[in-house]
């Protein structure tokens, strides 16, 4: 399959999004979450239609968008999914938020396995709840763990499923076992499944409501924001399946829906609905940089050890062995002028690791392992 290209630097240096606003012009940045490629072409136009129409109002997201995701999510994942239980929201943190106000009394626990997604440590006070956490263990879900923190009745658990920064696609086993623990316990599991489409070639992704039980007791929350790039643009959703769940959304706040962008609906509905093809290009293409930056490690920085993702676009590297001085995301900034995401922003597990992004180009990702081994 071809693979997708990407831009020269300097044309990259152009664009105003935060990884490339956020650091000085020498250094390379591959911290947050945003990809190098351009954006898939169905959705260029969709997009370049609009501005063209004048199409600037108000987004009127239903029931296009929710049609959309059911067609997407039954052709990649057989997950049948009722429109009618699609709920519109700005974008999935303020998804989670505005879940757990409902589910949470001030200062209820709510779990989480860190490292994870640095901002589940902020979505669950901001929400006004307690984060408990259930450390992974070897970098798989601790069911054991989970089992005597739902036996505590937390409010909520924030699952996230593929896994940032870990990459891990949690398997139908676990997540059956999850579901058990969570039905037994009574505890509402927030699936925030944006990763999903970035499943790689190898694994299988298993969104949470096709797992048996799993209706009354989770909500998932999908986006087109990671795998299409389209994170400015601002629109998720919220999915439920039973009527306990849809008691949930049901208590959101009214006005929820109205808080998406309108590029963001009209991006994600040719996304779903026009852009398999450029996703399974952009799966081939993160394959070959997972590869890549296997290789480049394995020969040039044998020191870093990581387990290569089954998901997503992040690599989670094992940076303790380099034994500096400096925090191993201030060495390779200061020594190398490579910017990654570091460790213990996702947890205390982090200390000693960095995330790396490789939704870029193969010359940027040899360049920046380049830095690194000179830095380190
Ligand atoms: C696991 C996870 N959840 C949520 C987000 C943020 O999503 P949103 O911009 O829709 O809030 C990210 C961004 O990288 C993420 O990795």
Not at 112 to 120: E, G, L, N, W
Request: hydrophobic share 45%.
């Amino acid at each position: 399959m071809d693979l997708l290209p990407v831009a020269p630097i300097e044309t990259l240096r152009r664009r105003h999004s935060q990884k490339w606003r956020g650091h000085p012009a020498d250094v390379l940045p591959l911290p947050v979450a945003e990809m190098d490629f351009d954006l898939a072409p169905p959705i260029q136009a969709a997009l370049a239609d609009a501005v063209e129409r004048s199409d600037t109002g108000y987004p009127a997201p239903m029931p296009a968008l929710a049609d959309a995701l059911a067609r997407f999510a039954g052709e990649r994942w057989s997950w049948e999914i009722d429109p009618t239980a699609v709920t519109a929201v700005t974008d999935v943190g303020v998804g989670v938020v505005e879940l757990l106000r409902v589910l949470a009394r001030p200062g209820d626990p709510v779990v989480i396995c860190p490292p994870v997604y640095a901002p589940f440590f902020g979505w669950v006070p901001e929400a006004g709840g307690r984060v408990h956490e259930v450390p992974l263990v070897d970098g798989r879900l601790d069911l054991a763990g989970l089992q005597r923190a739902f036996a505590t009745h937390p409010a909520a658990f924030v699952l996230c499923n593929p896994h940032n920064p870990v990459g891990r696609v949690h398997t139908r086993e676990e997540l059956t076992e999850l579901v058990r623990l969570a039905t037994a316990y009574g505890v509402p599991v927030l699936s925030d499944e944006i990763h999903a489409p970035l499943t790689l070639p190898g694994a299988e992704f298993t969104p949470i409501l096709t797992v048996p039980g799993a209706a009354e007791v989770a909500i998932s929350l999908v986006s087109s924001s990671k795998a299409w790039n389209l994170a400015g643009l601002k629109c998720a959703t919220i999915v439920t399946a039973a009527p306990e769940m849809a008691a949930v959304t049901d208590r959101l706040p009214p006005d929820t829906p109205w808080r998406v962008g309108h590029f963001g609906v009209l991006a994600s509905i040719a996304a779903y609905d026009e852009g398999a093809p450029w996703l399974d290009r952009l799966l081939a293409t993160l394959d070959d940089r997972r590869t890549l930056l296997g290789d480049l490690l394995a020969e040039r920085l044998p020191k870093v050890s990581w387990r290569p993702p089954e998901a997503t676009f992040l690599a989670w590297l094992d940076c303790t062995a380099i034994g500096a001085g400096a925090t191993p995301r201030e060495l390779f900034f200061t020594k190398g002028r490579v910017a990654l995401e570091p460790g213990p922003r996702f947890g205390a597990a982090g200390s000693g690791f960095v995330r790396l992004n490789f939704g870029t180009s193969a010359d940027i990702l040899t360049a920046a392992v380049d830095r690194m081994v000179s830095a380190a």
